[in-house]
């Protein structure tokens, strides 16, 4: 069942994602405590006047860009594809594990959506495709001559069997992982940098029972005729 605060939660995450802005982030603009402020916006906590003030400071929010009417049904998370990332997410978190729990496993509205959907292609063992913004791959540490190739955007697609070969480092910022191109190289993708995400699941080949071996023929023999 919907709330009355739901448009306006979903007003506030849609907001801190287009500012491409961390938890970390916005608590440290803001003023709130990040594990109240994860809380809150998720919607598990309810949300007081003072942090709808200092949000609104911190997101630079004017009165005007409050004004939006009430959802008169279930609301639905918007898909990702604004991002770029081929992922939909929906439905209300509930969850009483303790904060540190919150950290390590559960999604984070406000959270890096990259960084978020490329953990879990790390976590499930399956290959993954990463499409990247080219121009903000200079300082990458991909070789130049790879990413002369790639005018607009790159692809990089990372196989299960090589995961811990990779080395995957989810920083605030950056994803940095080792690749080989002519040679190893550890590379830094800035998260502002992902266009697209697409996990390749397994295709489970049908099994096909192998034929019977053929019957032996039987022993010729006579038969007698009165």
Same mark, same amino acid.
């Given at each position: 069942m919907s709330r009355p605060s739901d448009p306006l939660l979903g007003f506030l995450r849609d907001v801190i994602r287009r500012k491409s802005l961390t938890t970390q982030a916005l608590a440290e603009k803001s003023g709130i405590d990040r594990s109240i402020l994860k809380r809150r916006l998720s919607g598990t906590e309810a949300m007081t006047v003072d942090d709808l003030v200092l949000l609104s400071n911190a997101l630079e929010l004017g009165p005007d860009e409050l004004q939006f009417?009430?959802?008169?049904?279930?609301?639905?998370?918007?898909?990702?594809a604004s991002g770029g990332l081929a992922v939909t997410h929906g439905g209300e978190q509930q969850d009483d594990e303790p904060d540190d729990a919150l950290d390590d496993d559960s999604p984070d509205p406000a959270g890096?959506?990259?960084?978020?959907?490329?953990?879990?292609?790390?976590?499930?063992?399956?290959?993954?495709? !990463?499409? &990247? @913004?080219?121009?903000?791959?200079?300082?990458?540490?991909?070789? %130049?001559?790879?990413?002369?190739? #790639?005018?607009?955007?790159?692809?990089?697609?990372?196989?299960?069997?090589?995961?811990?070969?990779?080395?995957p480092v989810f920083g605030?910022?950056?994803?940095?992982?080792? !690749?080989? &191109? @002519?040679?190893?190289?550890?590379?830094?993708?800035?998260?502002? %940098?992902?266009?697209?995400?697409? #996990?390749?699941?397994?295709?489970?080949?049908?099994?096909v029972p192998e034929p019977e071996p053929p019957k032996p023929a039987g022993k010729p023999f006579l038969r007698v005729i009165k």
């Open positions: 009417p009430a959802a008169p049904g279930p609301v639905l998370t918007p898909s990702v890096s959506l990259p960084k978020q959907v490329v953990r879990l292609a790390f976590a499930l063992g399956i290959d993954v495709m !990463l499409m &990247f @913004d080219s121009t903000q791959l200079g300082a990458s540490g991909v070789p %130049a001559s790879v990413l002369s190739r #790639f005018k607009e955007l790159m692809p990089i697609r990372l196989e299960a069997k090589f995961h811990r070969h990779n080395k605030d910022d950056e994803f940095q992982c080792v !690749l080989s &191109f @002519d040679r190893l190289y550890t590379c830094n993708f800035p998260w502002t %940098a992902f266009r697209q995400v697409h #996990f390749i699941l397994p295709v489970e080949e049908p099994v």
